[in-house]
């Protein structure tokens, strides 16, 4: 029982020891090396996690094999979230619809100003399909 208290805290330690050492290097100038720094530690403490504190080190080969399939589908997700992110054009100017192009409710309508009130422009969009 004490050696599995031990364990715990030694890992508890190295992980804190972890984050002290990414929080002091997050000081220092590294220039681009500071983030594969920083992801390599943050892989090392989970790496410690997964294996010491959920006990993967020593569990069934289906618990491993869940654990990874877990890994893999986050990954997946994430690498379409950003895929998605990055491929967006965030720098472009918004424009205006050109005239006579499909509104919400397939309507082909003229735009009209947006300073109309809500009612103004429901009154608007009745008259126009009329």
């Not at 364990?7 to 020891?17: D, E, K, P, S």
Request: glycine share 10%; net charge positive.
């Amino acid at each position: 029982m004490i050696s599995i208290a031990l364990r715990y805290a030694g890992v508890w330690i190295l992980l804190l020891l972890l984050l002290i050492a990414t929080a002091g290097s997050s000081y220092l100038d590294l220039g681009g090396k500071g983030a594969v720094l920083h992801l390599g530690v943050a892989g090392l403490q989970v790496l410690l996690v997964w294996l010491l504190f959920m006990n993967l080190l020593g569990s069934k080969s289906v618990i491993r094999l869940c654990a990874t399939s877990a890994l893999l589908w986050i990954s997946f997700l994430f690498a379409l979230t950003f895929s998605d992110y990055f491929t967006r054009g965030w720098n472009e100017r918004p424009t205006r619809y050109p005239e006579g192009t499909a509104t919400r409710s397939g309507v082909n309508l003229p735009l009209k100003p947006s300073n109309r009130n809500i009612s103004e422009r429901i009154t608007f969009r009745l008259t126009e399909r009329g």
